[in-house]
C-alpha cells in the first residue's frame, strides 16, 4: 500500500512541476544527444553530470559538472545539496518556480559573472540561492 502511495504521490509532483520537468527532459535530451552524460536516479531526483559548468535545477533533474561525480570535496558536497535545495523550492512553488526562482536566478547568475559590480556580493546572498541553502541544511 506505501508503494502505490508513493507512486501516486510522484505523479502528482510530475504533474505539479510539469514546466520545469519538461525543460528538463529536453535539456537532458539535448546534452544526452551531443555529449557524454552520467545520469543517476537519485529517487526523488535525477543528477545529470555533463558538461555544463556550475549547476542547473529543472524539476526533477539535477544538472552538475561532470567533475562533481562522486567527488568527495566539502564544495561539491555543498553544491550538490544547494542543488538539492532548488529540488526542493520547485516542489513547493510549482508552476510558479520557473518565475519566482529560475529567471531570477539565471539572471542573477549571469549579472554575478559577468559584471565586477555585482561580485562584490556574495553570491549566496540573493534570495533565490539564500532559500536554496536553507531548504538543504547548507551552511556558509
Not at 66 to 93: C, D, F, M
Not at 109 to 121: E, P, Q
Request: glycine content about 8%; charged content about 20%; proline content about 3%.
Amino acid at each position: 500500500m506505501k508503494k502505490i502511495l508513493n507512486y501516486i504521490l510522484s505523479a502528482l509532483f510530475l504533474i505539479w512541476e510539469l514546466p520545469q520537468n519538461i525543460i528538463g527532459a529536453i535539456v537532458l535530451y539535448i546534452y544526452a544527444t551531443f555529449s557524454d552524460v552520467i545520469v543517476v536516479d537519485e529517487g526523488t531526483s535525477v543528477s545529470v553530470y555533463t558538461s555544463i559548468k556550475g549547476g542547473l535545477s529543472l524539476g526533477t533533474f539535477n544538472f552538475l559538472q561532470k567533475g562533481y561525480y562522486r567527488n568527495p570535496s566539502k564544495y561539491v558536497t555543498k553544491t550538490i545539496l544547494h542543488a538539492e535545495g532548488h529540488r526542493k523550492q520547485s516542489r513547493i512553488l510549482g508552476p510558479l518556480y520557473l518565475l519566482v526562482i529560475g529567471l531570477p536566478s539565471v539572471i542573477w547568475k549571469a549579472l554575478w559573472t559577468c559584471f565586477k559590480y555585482f561580485r562584490k556580493k556574495d553570491y549566496y546572498s540573493f534570495y533565490t540561492e539564500k532559500w536554496a541553502d536553507k531548504l538543504a541544511g547548507v551552511e556558509r
